[in-house]
């Protein structure tokens, strides 16, 4: 669940020149269709069902409920229904915190204070309930976009009415394959270990400090520099938190530098036109399926999806121009990579707790 710190043997040099390693490996296709598949279908009949109805401000509570379809791609149904049940209420919860944060006088401020305690919450919580994909990416990211997206009172209960039953809804239809074999059937197993064994873990302490540390280090900054979207520095942060070990961590940082420069073009050609309505989200669920078809191959490919789909999803909700847009999430981009990459290159703050065999991640 921690990096691997670095070895006596390694220079900074080394460690720096690992940035850039592996952006064009590419891994096993692995079945990668299925999950495709029901992530797009999850996406899809929600937020089709809020733009028909005419209620397209609650697309976004809508589309963090149905990232619950990602959880478990490689377990077996039981064990993949307790993953997804822990994570949708997680993912829930986080919409909620985040509207209630916009509901206070200065959400944005809040947000960067309040995004460091759902990162290192949701790290946590990840390692405890052995997520996969692990981390706390989908926690901060819905989270963050609900703080600075304008709520009312009743917001509360329309956000846990729509990404709890788009968390449902995905969870349904990732189990629907159990039902041509019913007999194939098993209770929900729910995978468990206290907070406290996880904290126990190497380098998990020193994790926890630096999403703590550099996750409102980057939304801060970004907000200095009077950046729209600070929420995108500190989701940076978390992916380059991501991994195994030291040299998986850099190199989720490289690609999602490179695969959100790349991915910035094809956003720019998808967006020119200014999809609405249906055909938006009919863009956005193609992009997840894409996503998903690559992410388990090459972080920076799957990139190329990730991000148009991600502004896409803010365009269908609350449109704003595009060409800022684009400059924004680069820089934004930017910053929280290098403040993460910074936070991972400092030795652990507990070395008494280092280990040449590290935990997994999540």
Known sequence: MS???????????????????????????????????????????????????????????????????????????????????????????????????????????????LGSVVAAGGYLLSGAFDWHPPGPLFMVFGFAVCAIMPATGFGLLIAAGVAGGSALLAMLIGHAGSLREPKSWRRPQLRMRSLRSVLGMPGVRSDVVRYLIATPIAGGIGMA????????????????MSGPDLRS???????RVVGTLVGLLVAAAILSPHPTGLAAVGVIAVLQVAAEMLIGRNYSLALLAITPLALMM?????????????????????????VGVVALLVPDYFPGRRSRSRAPQG
């Open 3 to 113: 990096t691997r710190p670095v070895e006596p043997s390694t220079g900074p040099t080394s460690v720096v020149g690992q940035l850039f390693s592996g952006v064009f490996a590419i891994g096993p296709h692995a079945g990668a269709h299925r999950v495709a598949v029901r992530a797009g279908l999850s996406m899809l009949v929600p937020l089709a069902v809020l733009v028909l109805s005419g209620h397209v401000p609650w697309t976004p509570y809508a589309a963090f409920g149905a990232f619950t379809s990602l959880y478990g791609r490689r377990e077996n149904h039981a064990s993949r229904m307790g993953m997804q049940a822990a994570a949708g209420l997680c993912l829930t919860l986080s919409v909620l915190l985040g509207v209630a944060v916009s509901l206070t006088h200065d959400g944005r401020v809040l947000s960067v204070i």
């Open 225 to 240: 520099m009077g950046g729209t979207h600070p929420y995108w520095a500190m989701v940076a942060v978390v992916v380059a």
């Open 249 to 255: 961590r850099l190199t989720r940082a490289s690609h």
């Open 314 to 338: 803010g365009q269908l909700a609350h449109p704003v121009a595009v060409g800022p847009m684009l400059a924004d999430r680069f820089l934004e981009t930017l910053l929280g990579a290098t």
